[in-house]
């Protein structure tokens, strides 16, 4: 399909990114090829050289992986799209083109751990410093940036613990500093949130979540909103080489076919499943942005389109009926990840936001005793059986 913003966001989740190919195909077919043959030296060499269009070599570019990175720059709102072999080589990809030595970064204290840790150490070894704040906080961030920061760099809503930042606010500090706001966009995914209507310069997702959908390809992407952003981090994963294959562009674009499908149901088991344990007597805390309970519900409104599949709780027996609660679910399953069909659940401290160390983790809010739920498409009331029979293990064990 053509660039039209004209149509709806569901029409474009079918058709984006879908051109036309040899035979007619109506999806786009995998070239599952590492080189391309050219019919001339002349022809190898305009190619190169950027005069003629085409493909050279698949680290390069693939049709498979274009028709997928066309997609979702359509769908949010950007120029162009670079598809990675995984959302931290998307990460790595955006930091490696934006810093050198001497610049700094401001980055939000919840984030995917493994991205504080590479601030922490890769790119604290190549001379780049960065400062962690609560971007939720407006006063914390103005107060990190310096003159030398080029990055103001947000998870919202954050991984674990679901606060909302305010990208228009942080996108205005952002240009007083002529830095750019980069923004992963990975826990809504684009259905619920555009960051480039909000200003941001860069959104990035880990596809192996919500976009693919389905638990079965690890990958990230970066959207661009200029051409010559789009050349510049082109250059730079090329040289990375953090890119993604064939074949997995092709499951990503067909997941990305029931995006908004799926994030309905996500949203909509979600917000039952939250206002369920916010009520239960086990229940100590929970972040979720759809309940009036959140910090930021407000905000929320205003940035999303729907609340999310994410819920993160804290149990009043703290880490040790945390524990009870993920060995006695049946039907969630104990597994990191999230954003598939199916529901998962974890425990950030001692898996996704273990490499951290225990001094960011609770500078960023993330307590040994939180649980975090990543709600899938069953049937709503399966899932709360199922966790109300784990809730009823705790209580047996703890006798409250
Ligand atoms: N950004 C966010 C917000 C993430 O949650 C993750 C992975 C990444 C980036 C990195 O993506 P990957 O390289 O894994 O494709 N988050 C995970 C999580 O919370 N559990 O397991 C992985």
């Not at 029409?11 to 590492?34: D, L, R």
């Not at 120029?79 to 939000?108: E, N, P, R, Y």
């Not at 759809?290 to 729907?306: F, I």
């Amino acid at each position: 399909m053509k660039e039209n913003s004209k149509v709806n966001f569901e029409t474009k989740c079918v058709h984006a990114g879908i051109s036309e190919y040899e035979f007619g195909p109506v999806v786009p077919p995998i070239y599952q090829t590492s080189t391309f043959k050219f019919e001339s030296v002349e022809h190898g060499a305009s190619l190169f050289a950027g005069e003629k269009k085409g493909y050279t070599y698949t680290r390069m570019l693939n049709p498979t992986i274009q028709a997928m990175e066309d997609a979702i720059a359509q769908l949010e709102g950007g120029h162009k799209a670079l598809g990675c072999g995984s959302g931290m080589a998307a990460i790595h990809t955006v930091f490696a083109s934006l810093t050198q030595a001497g610049d700094h970064v401001v980055c939000s204290t919840a984030v995917y751990g493994p991205t504080t840790t590479l601030l922490n150490t890769i790119m604290k070894k190549y001379g780049v410093e960065t400062t962690f704040v609560d971007t939720s906080n407006l006063d914390e961030v103005k107060k990190a940036v310096k003159p030398n920061t080029k990055v103001l760099y947000v998870e919202t809503p954050g991984n674990p613990t679901l606060s909302i930042s305010n990208l228009e606010e942080i996108y205005k500090i952002a240009k007083q500093q002529k830095a750019n706001l980069v923004v992963d966009n990975t826990f809504m995914s684009p259905a619920l949130q555009n960051p480039i209507a909000f200003g941001a310069d860069i959104v990035l997702h880990s596809l192996t979540k919500f976009l693919n959908g389905h638990a079965d390809v690890v990958g990230g992407i970066v959207v661009v909103k200029d051409e010559a952003t789009y050349q510049h981090f082109r250059k730079t994963l090329n040289q990375l080489g953090g890119v993604i294959d064939p074949f997995n562009s092709f499951l990503v674009h067909r997941g990305i076919k029931t995006l908004w499908l799926r994030m309905q149901k996500h949203c909509e088991n979600a917000l039952v499943i939250a206002e369920w344990l916010e009520k239960h007597s086990l229940v100590k805390s929970i972040s979720y942005p759809g309940l009036k309970s959140h910090p930021q519900y407000e905000l929320g409104l205003k940035q999303h389109r729907g609340h999310g599949g994410m819920i993160t709780i804290e149990l009043a027996g703290g880490l040790e009926a945390g524990k009870i609660m993920m060995n006695s679910v049946k039907l969630f399953q104990l597994a990191v990840s999230l954003g598939g069909v199916e529901s998962l659940i974890q425990h950030p401290a001692s898996m996704t936001h273990f490499s951290m160390g225990k001094e960011a983790r609770l500078a960023g809010g993330i307590t040994d005793g939180l649980v975090r739920i990543s709600v899938g498409i069953e049937n709503v009331n399966d899932l709360i059986s199922d966790l109300e029979s784990a809730l009823e293990e705790v209580r047996k064990v703890n006798q409250v």
